[in-house]
């Protein structure tokens, strides 16, 4: 699975991006998808993730009534819907592919995209 993340960019505090990651390969419904972010000098963690069929998804608490995960397996693409953002979601976002059940840890997903910056002036 090859991934490809768009949809970053600057944007005011409390405002809203939305991020899409296109997937290539046609087994893409198999796999669980997370999106991980890392700001500078911290370590890259998990956002949101969702199961293959987009009936479960977790959250990390900072961004739980904020940010929506989905996915259109037809499509092949994950999104990552960023409401009233705040200055702390300064990052980069990736996402990711991995199998089995979904996991928070990064170490389990086994498939990344090239990351896109998210800035949020304050």
């Known amino acids: 699975v090859q991934l490809q993340a768009s949809g970053g960019g600057l944007v005011q505090a409390g405002g809203s991006l939305r991020l899409s990651c296109a997937a290539s390969g046609r087994t893409f419904s198999r796999y669980v998808m997370g999106w991980f972010r890392q700001a500078p000098g911290k370590e890259r963690d998990i956002v949101a993730g969702i199961d293959w069929i987009g009936g479960t998804t977790v959250y990390a608490d900072s961004v739980k009534g904020r940010f929506t995960i989905s996915r259109d397996n037809a499509k092949n693409m994950v999104y990552l819907q960023m409401n009233n953002l705040k200055s702390g979601d300064t990052a980069v976002y990736y996402c990711?592919?991995?199998?089995?059940?979904?996991?928070?840890?990064?170490?389990?997903?086994?498939?990344w995209g090239q990351g896109t910056l998210v800035t949020v002036s304050s």
């Open positions: 990711a592919a991995g199998l089995g059940a979904i996991r928070t840890g990064q170490n389990h997903y086994d498939y």
